[in-house]
Nanobody
Framework: QVQLVESGGRLVQAGDSLRLSCAASGRTFTSYKMGWFRQTPGKEREFVAV????????NYADSVKGRFTISRDNAKNTVYLQMNSLKPEDTAVYSCAAGSGWGRAAALYKYWGQGTQVTVSS
């Protein structure tokens, strides 16, 4: 079992930067690939980024590539999402997830956090 708790979401203005954190507890953190997803009301959950177990491999959605950076600190059991040049369309609830498979599909991830709200005003 893995428990995930996100933090760092808040109201910001367009163009601002924000860093989200996801603290993991429970089973060995390094056993899992870690992903970030986001969701807005009435829409399906959207893949944002994923990072491999060592942190050497990452993958991003086209909508955030070049603006967002996913990283992890295995010593702290924490994964981060650095978000730069934020846009109003980035407004969503951001959730982290842990899984054994590699990919963008939410079904690959077994454990999920509750999410943290990011709101970007224009």
């Amino acid at each position: 079992q893995v428990q995930l708790v996100e933090s760092g979401g808040r109201l910001v203005q367009a163009g601002d930067s924000l860093r989200l954190s996801c603290a993991a507890s429970g089973r060995t953190f390094t056993s899992y690939k870690m992903g970030w997803f986001r969701q807005t009301p009435g829409k399906e959950r959207e893949f944002v980024a994923v990072i491999g177990r060592s942190g050497a491999v990452t993958n991003y959605a086209d909508s955030v590539k070049g603006r967002f950076t996913i990283s992890r600190d295995n010593a702290k059991n924490t994964v981060y999402l650095q978000m730069n040049s934020l846009k109003p369309e980035d407004t969503a609830v951001y959730s982290c997830a842990a899984g054994s498979g590699w990919g963008r599909a939410a079904a690959l991830y077994k454990y999920w956090g509750q999410g943290t709200q990011v709101t970007v005003s224009s």
